[in-house]
T-cell receptor, first 114, second 112 residues
């Protein structure tokens, strides 16, 4: 079975500050890991994905995430927050040895203060 | 390329009715997946179709069904609607299951 835990339903940062959104997963086989962003009244947009290549994955809009197998984590970071980063962020896992059904975290709402 | 389109964008139904939602994937994409998003349950996978065949199915009752046509367009049907079916229904397409999924804007279904 696979699962995803996103710590913190809301994260608040000041503009220009570091963004850190946490994601821990459980999977009995090597996973595929994803981060998505959702703006109000829109669908999800892929930020980045890990598919067993480099452990540090760079995505769009300056975001990156590091796969740490020992910690079963895939935290999302951005060095400097921008007002336009305010959105809902979802971490997702697909177990490579299973039926490829994705499991999503409950989401983290990023709030950016001026 | 045009993105994933979903119709209608908004829908209001009453309990007991049925509803059909439509999804047109990105040209060339043969995999179409459906998701339900609610504040209480978050994002949940409904099912995935590839070349007109359902390959994967989530844990939803049989009232939820879907199909895919030869042009890869997909429809999702919910019969005997319940209040709890009120949700944003998202469709996503990709060229294969582990490739990047591109999401549509969703259909907001309200059941009264």
């Amino acid at each position: 079975a696979q699962s995803v835990t996103q710590l913190g339903s809301h994260v608040s940062v000041s503009e220009g500050a570091l963004v850190l959104l946490r994601c821990n997963y459980s999977s009995s086989v090597p996973p595929y890991l994803f981060w998505y962003v959702q703006y109000p009244n829109q669908g999800l947009q892929l930020l980045l994905k890990y598919t067993s290549a480099a452990t540090l994955v760079k995505g769009i809009n300056g975001f990156e995430a590091e796969f740490k197998k020992s910690e079963t984590s895939f935290h999302l970071t951005k060095p400097s927050a921008h007002m336009s980063d305010a959105a809902e962020y979802f971490c997702a896992v697909i177990s490579s040895g299973g039926s490829y059904i994705p499991t999503f975290g409950r989401g983290t709402s990023l709030i950016v203060h001026p | 390329k045009a993105g994933v389109t979903q119709t209608p964008r908004y829908l209001i139904k009453t309990r007991g009715q049925q509803v059909t939602l439509s999804c047109s994937p990105i040209s060339g994409h043969r995999s179409v997946s459906w998701y339900q998003q609610t504040p209480g349950q978050g994002l949940q996978f409904l099912f995935e179709y590839f070349s007109e065949t359902q390959r994967n199915k989530g844990n939803f009752p049989g009232r939820f069904s879907g199909r895919q046509f030869s042009n890869s367009r997909s429809e999702m049907n919910v019969s005997t609607l319940e209040l709890g079916d009120s949700a944003l229904y998202l469709c996503a397409s990709s060229s294969s299951w582990t490739d990047t999924q591109y999401f549509g804007p969703g259909t907001r279904l309200t059941v009264l």
